[in-house]
């Protein structure tokens, strides 16, 4: 079955079928003109002897024309000269062979048209002879004109069975070379069927080994015909092929690039909604949509209901839509835009951007300003109040006047440290600080610095301790810059430590660099405010803190010099248990 489906198959039985109709309507005509042709070939020669005969009878004696006559005649054929029913002259052989009556063609009408006319006559008859099947006989009568003698004829006559014979033997012939040049078409549409599709079936295996990818393969080129001029265009095919899918791949891996290191989400919707292309961020969006919906991990191919709106109203006004939606706690903006394909829009692609960062910076920068304005305001306030105490003489006693104007002195120098530390502060978190690196002898620093809070450490009943034993001898780093570090986690922990607590600073050393920590027993720091102390302006409850409360700039500012050492500041705390305050300074600064 598998032959006849193939390119050989189809081509053999075309030559054989076109062949054999050629073949089988020639062999047709050739046996019809064959048949004829001896037909015609024993009438013009029956003819011929009979006008023979007819000539020798009128010329010779009548005994030696007859000789003559009988000796004319082959082995198939007879004659009968007939002058009247009573004078007739049969062939020698004719009794055997025919035995006809001299009435068959005296009572024949066609027959004795020759007596009658004195013209040739044709015919053929069937006659059935003694002991034999119906013949057919081809008759031909010929007029003699004898003086001194009534007019006769020369009938002259063959069977036709003996062109029958004659006939099937051209057919047997005919057939049996129609049959070898059969044979010898169905080898010969083979064998070319066979070399025409030799380089078709390189070409498909070439074409099976493209669609696997192996775009190298090529086509030997053998002919210099149509054949071959088409393995010169399918090389030059699988090499452009190649070239294009190559470019292509390289697109795609741009592509994937690009999308995948961008910042921003980016979705691709088909024309009815469905996502086709997503990049990480963009992941991580639906994903943290999808928790927010039902608490488990992407599971379908839905997006939040705002985005298909934007999609929808994108699609239908053809024009780019602008959202905003909230999704865990992060702000996010959704950009989507039409998608077109030539003049008809295809689907839409929404870039997803988290402006969680930009709408946390504005909110810093609406609290700095409340806050600033806040902690200007109560010391502008005092002043203001007691200044115009002065003035309008209220403050009666010199005493009275010394004491308001220690109030305004306070207050000023509080003012100025605070603006001293914001712009300390916004020169650090603009890389602007300048460290100044030296090698210090550790040890006598830090105890240097903790004796200066022993005073008021004593005076509010506060035991401070140190444990510098595991601290090596020297270290570098920016003294007075870390000597500002110490002095405000240390003032912080007296601010927030209770009557006979405890405060413990410890320092030591390792392979990677200096670890100092700040404990204090107390009051702590309650869980929801430990991720902001290091923020601008943060303070802690002022009803647990002790006496006069800071800027709120202290630990910010401290977080930036740690940071400009590469190092990290960090806090622990609980609440009635105390805090404890750890940065770490590394041995490399680069």
């Known amino acids: 079955m598998m032959f006849w489906r193939s390119v050989v198959g189809k081509l053999w039985f075309t030559f054989i079928l076109l062949v054999s109709f050629v073949l089988f309507i ?29 000539h020798f009878l009128e010329d010779q004696e009548e ?18 000269i007939v002058y009247n ?13 025919l035995d006809l009556p001299v009435e068959f063609f005296l009572d024949d009408p066609e027959l ?5 006319n004195d013209k040739m006559v044709k015919k053929m008859a069937s006659f059935t002879a003694s002991n034999k099947e119906d013949s057919q006989l081809l008759i031909i009568g010929v007029p003699i004109h004898q003086a001194g003698k009534d007019n006769g004829a020369v009938f002259i006559m063959q069977s036709l069975s003996v062109m029958e014979e004659t006939t099937r033997s051209t057919k047997k012939f005919i057939l049996l070379a129609a049959g070898v040049a059969i044979i010898l078409t169905t080898i010969f549409a ?10 078709l079936r390189k070409m498909k ?5 493209i669609a696997r990818g192996k775009f190298d393969t090529k086509v030997p080129i053998l002919t210099n015909d149509e054949i071959g001029e088409l393995a010169t265009a399918f090389n030059q095919m699988g090499r452009q092929l190649k070239f294009n899918l190559n470019a292509l791949s390289q697109e795609k891996e741009q592509l994937a690039s690009i999308l995948s290191s961008m910042v921003d989400g980016v979705i691709t919707f088909n024309r009815d909604g469905t996502i086709l292309i997503t990049n990480p961020p963009a992941e991580r969006f639906l994903q943290d949509w999808y928790f927010e919906q039902d608490g488990k991990s992407r599971g379908s191919e839905e997006v939040p209901s705002k985005v298909m709106e934007l999609f929808q109203l994108a699609v239908d006004t053809e024009k780019e839509q602008i959202g905003e ?13 039409p998608l077109y394909n030539n003049k008809f829009i295809r689907g839409a692609v929404a870039v997803v951007r988290d402006m969680t960062e930009e709408r946390q910076l504005d909110k810093l920068r609406q609290d700095f300003i409340a806050n600033v304005s806040h902690e200007l305001r109560t010391p502008i306030s005092m002043m203001q109040g007691y200044s115009e105490a002065i003035v309008d003489g209220i403050a009666a006693s010199p005493e009275e006047v010394m004491e308001m104007s220690r109030v305004i002195y306070d207050e000023s120098l509080r003012m100025g440290r605070l603006v001293n530390e914001l712009l300390d502060l916004a020169r650090m978190e603009a890389g602007h600080i300048q460290l100044v690196i030296s090698e210090i002898e550790v040890k006598p620093y830090f105890e240097r610095i903790i004796r200066k809070f022993h005073g008021l450490a004593k005076e509010k009943g506060i035991l401070l301790q140190s444990e510098f034993e595991k601290l090596e001898s020297h270290f570098s780093f920016d003294g007075d810059r870390i000597e500002q570090v110490l002095t405000n986690l240390i003032d912080n922990a007296i601010r927030h430590t209770e009557d006979n607590g405890v405060i413990k600073v410890t320092g030591y050393s390792d392979d990677k660099g200096i670890h100092v920590e700040v404990f204090n027993t107390g009051i702590g720091i309650a869980e929801e405010d430990l991720p902001f102390v290091f923020e601008r302006f943060y303070k802690g409850d002022k009803a647990r803190t002790r006496g006069r409360s800071g800027t709120g700039l202290g630990l910010a500012i ?15 705390s609980k609440e009635g248990l105390g805090t404890t305050f750890s940065f770490f300074i590394p041995r490399k600064m680069k």
């Open 26 to 54: 020639l062999t047709v005509m050739l046996l019809e003109f064959f048949e004829n042709y001896h037909i015609d070939e024993a009438e013009d020669e029956l003819e011929k002897t009979a006008y023979r005969i007819s």
């Open 63 to 80: 005994s030696i024309g007859l000789q003559i006559s009988w000796e004319l005649l082959d082995d198939v054929t007879e004659a009968m």
């Open 85 to 97: 029913k009573d004078e007739y002259y049969a062939s020698p052989n004719m009794k055997e062979t």
């Open 112 to 116: 004795y048209g020759v007596f009658k």
């Open 190 to 199: 083979f064998f070319l069927a066979t070399r025409i599709n030799a380089p």
């Open 205 to 209: 295996q070439a074409a099976f080994e």
């Open 325 to 337: 939606i909230s999704v865990q706690g992060r702000f996010w903006v959704i950009l989507v835009s």
């Open 558 to 572: 401290a977080k930036n010099i740690i940071e400009g050492h590469k190092g990290n500041i960090s806090v622990h």
